[in-house]
């Protein structure tokens, strides 16, 4: 028997729309049937398929999963949509605009049985994929720390939301991920500096369920580029470059010094440094390979949408700090499906 190939669609083609109309359009066992975008295609971005104004009609076409990449503040309202007519999704992240807004998605697809999947695209990323395998395996010891710095110029594309629910959720989404704990508390500073009515830089420190700090700069208003995150723990420091897909091992060091200055000193010594060798594929890709597998049934690591949920109520109780300049708990969640990474000593 042939395998059969699954109808796609795609909502929006903005810039990140075009990338997935791209990966839709080479994906094995998978024909990208159809684009909703009310401005059209004037520069051929979809790859052939047909471009229509309405979500009615790119329904029209018999889809057996979307993928919807257009502005944060309609994701709920095509999300819905695409529920009610019984099609499986993959909502780019932030999952909604506002958590209430992110649960009712989440009931949504959960009440109507439908596969759906979150956009965080960071988690497919070959250095975090490696990271999260070492600290699972306990090559770090107790954790410590994470920090996370992603940075660059002002994106003009964006207009609905500011930072901390457009790129400071990827780093929230991939710090729970990578240590398989929630967010316990956090702290939070913004501000506003390009004249929009969003915050354009965030200053994030919390604490994780299980106790390690963490730490994120969040900004647009650096010429700038970066995407870091550096864990540190009991054996070392792992540092991931996510524009490189690059891993990078500090291991405390294990000889003494002779230096007078520095033998007192109690803590951790600089030992060898590994640059670990990773097959890199584009995260892209792969969110695309697993989504698929997903909807035809298949057992598929995706982003789930109790997951995005979770990662929008952290954005947002990030915001609230920085309102009321103050410490703000939050409650446990639900069940994440993250692996815990139970075994570090």
């Known amino acids: 028997m042939s395998k059969r190939t699954l109808r796609a669609g795609l909502v929006g083609l903005g810039a990140m729309g075009r990338n997935h109309a791209r990966v839709l359009s080479s994906l094995d066992g998978v024909e990208l049937v159809g684009v909703m975008d009310p401005a059209g295609d004037s520069a051929g971005a979809a790859r052939g398929a047909p471009v229509v104004a309405t979500l009615p009609e790119l329904l029209a076409l018999g889809l057996d999963y979307a993928v919807v990449a ?11 949509g695409l529920a009610g007519a019984g099609v499986c999704a993959l909502i780019e992240k932030p999952l909604a605009h506002t958590a209430a807004a992110a649960r009712r998605l989440a009931d949504a697809f959960d009440a109507a049985g439908l596969v ?139 000889l003494d010094t002779e230096w007078e200055a520095l033998s007192a000193f109690r803590g951790a010594a600089e030992g060898d440094m590994v640059r670990y060798a990773i097959l890199k594929r584009e995260p892209l890709f792969v969110e695309h390979e697993r989504f698929r597998d997903a909807v035809e049934g298949k057992d598929a690591d995706i982003v789930t949408l109790d997951q995005g949920l979770r990662t929008v109520e952290v954005a947002e109780a990030v915001l609230d700090s920085a309102r009321r ?17 139970a075994q570090r000593s």
């Not at 830089?201 to 299980?210: F, H, I, P, Q, T």
């Not at 300049?325 to 990474?341: A, F, G, I, M």
Request: charged share 20%; net charge negative.
């Open 116 to 254: 759906a999947g979150v956009g965080h695209i960071e988690r497919f990323n070959p250095a975090l994929q490696s990271l999260r395998s070492r600290l699972e395996a306990g090559e770090l010891g107790e954790l410590f720390q994470v920090v996370t710095r992603r940075q660059g110029p002002f994106p003009r594309r964006i207009a609905d939301v500011g930072v901390v629910k457009d790129l400071a959720t990827h780093d929230i989404d991939l710090t729970s991920w990578v240590t398989g704990c929630d967010y316990a508390s956090v702290t939070a500073r913004t501000v506003c500096k390009s004249g929009r009515p969003h915050e354009d830089m965030v200053a994030v420190v919390g604490e994780l369920s299980d106790g390690t700090m963490v730490s994120h700069l969040v900004n647009w208003l650096s010429p700038l580029k970066e995407r870091f995150t550096a864990v540190t723990g009991q054996r070392g420091c792992f540092i991931a470059d996510t524009l490189t897909a690059d891993l990078t091992f500090h291991a405390n060091g294990a």
């Open 325 to 341: 300049k103050t410490s703000l708990p939050l409650q446990s969640s639900h069940p994440r499906n993250l692996t815990t990474v």
């Open 70 to 80: 257009c502005p944060t503040a309609l994701h709920e309202e095509v999300g819905l």
